[in-house]
């Protein structure tokens, strides 16, 4: 999906919200138990709930990978059941060398067909570049962080007074651009959204840090976006178990549709819808 | 494993050496292609050949994942067929927040009984912690990669005028100790491991730049042993792809038993055998 794609979504659905797919099984609606592929069952139960909300789907590959093949058998299952015109992110943060790196873009953009993989910049250059080889496919990389954690390191000032995160964005600018590369940012630190928008003003920025863990949406149109949008922001376990009952797919449909009316009136106050 | 029985082991064996069963199928020899899992085949051999010169295996999951359910189960064979008295890394450079990580920890550690995974610090404190609650399991964190891009960000300088490597061993160690945490070192950084050796004196090192990649093993040695050996030297393709004919496996033992024999006199020479 190209980037022009992308911002066409979310002026027809007038929304950018990501749902992530973070389907623990241990959390699943027990009625579903009774299916071969209860994460499936539930995924597809979500997709239909709340695709016309959302434009973009995020399985964190973790809570797939821990079932092993069951678990991946039911990560492919649901990919193949999203609508092709909703953008998808395997939410992996991948990064190894560059042979291992060609590896794992093979099996996400290939074998599995994502748009997107994210991507840790630990190990730079070779371990970002393999996965920009792929027409309109996109690295999203970790930059700064809603995690506790987060802080430990990238936000570490350098010598130059940069930021660490800030270092990421501005090195990888000399691997990509704008129309294949975007960055995670922590919602929780609107503050610094600024200073990120000066480093890559037009890029799109995957927020995963709104709802569950507490940032705030206007704060992010505030200081986040652009011309173009600019944002993708998730919510995973506010909408997916807004309910942990039978009704659980119509509470990821309030609950979605609950954000796109935000998410419309802040595009619309931006003159972009 | 206990650093002490990985220690006796080292002195058992006269080796420090890890073999890394980065079993791509497209190089593994058509002879086996045959069996229903030529990569476990070509593994099983492999450790044949091997295993009385090495104290550990490293299968990079890359290689394994890209395969999809069958690249799993042959991954899954792969390390039950290992000795129980040679360590193994799950070389998956994982790291996420704290409930997904947990969730990759009770992967590599429960279902599959990996004795240690490598772990990426970009995300901080709790993406590495939720592996440390395991007795007798082990994190290799990325600290000194050897990779090119590896002088992207890791050997930044730091306001206080640490590189940012030293930043993460000095903050690691707020959250294990050298009886749970080893580090990834790249061997071509020798001149490096002096600096290392002062934050962590005790620990374990990673060591996957030699062979291959170029690095020295005697200068490995040389700046980076301690009284424990505290170093695991990975060697991969220049032991399993020594040869692409039906004598793999032949020129694998030639090749690890040279490696083994330089790593005795080695360690001969710091009196630790």
Known sequence: MTREELFNEIKRKKSFLCVGLD?????????LKKFDDP???FNKRIIDATKRFCVAYKPNI???EAQGTKG??????????????????????????????????????????????????YMGNDSVTPFLQYDEKWVILLALTSNIGGLDFQTEKLENGD???????????????????????GATRADLLTRIRKIVPNSFLLIPGVGA??????DVAEFGMNDT??????SSRGIIFAS??????????????????????LLRSKNLI
């Open 23 to 31: 389907s623990d099984p241990k959390k699943i609606p027990s009625f």
């Open 39 to 41: 994460v499936f069952e």
């Open 62 to 64: 973790a809570f797939y």
């Open 72 to 121: 991946w058998e039911s990560l492919q299952k649901t990919l193949d059941y999203i609508p092709k015109n909703i953008f998808t992110i395997s939410d992996a943060k991948r990064g190894d060398i560059g042979n291992t790196s060609n590896l794992y873009a093979r099996a996400f953009f290939e074998s599995m067909n994502f748009d997107s993989v994210t991507v840790a910049p």
């Open 163 to 185: 930021y660490l995160f800030e270092r990421v964005l501005k090195k990888s600018l000399e691997w990509g651009n704008e129309d294949n590369l975007m960055y995670v940012v």
């Open 213 to 218: 863990q507490g940032g705030s949406l206007e």
């Open 229 to 234: 949008c600019g944002l993708l922001v998730n």
């Open 244 to 265: 942990s009952g039978e009704d659980f797919a119509d509470q990821a449909k309030v609950e979605s549709e609950k954000i796109q009316q935000k998410m419309e009136a």
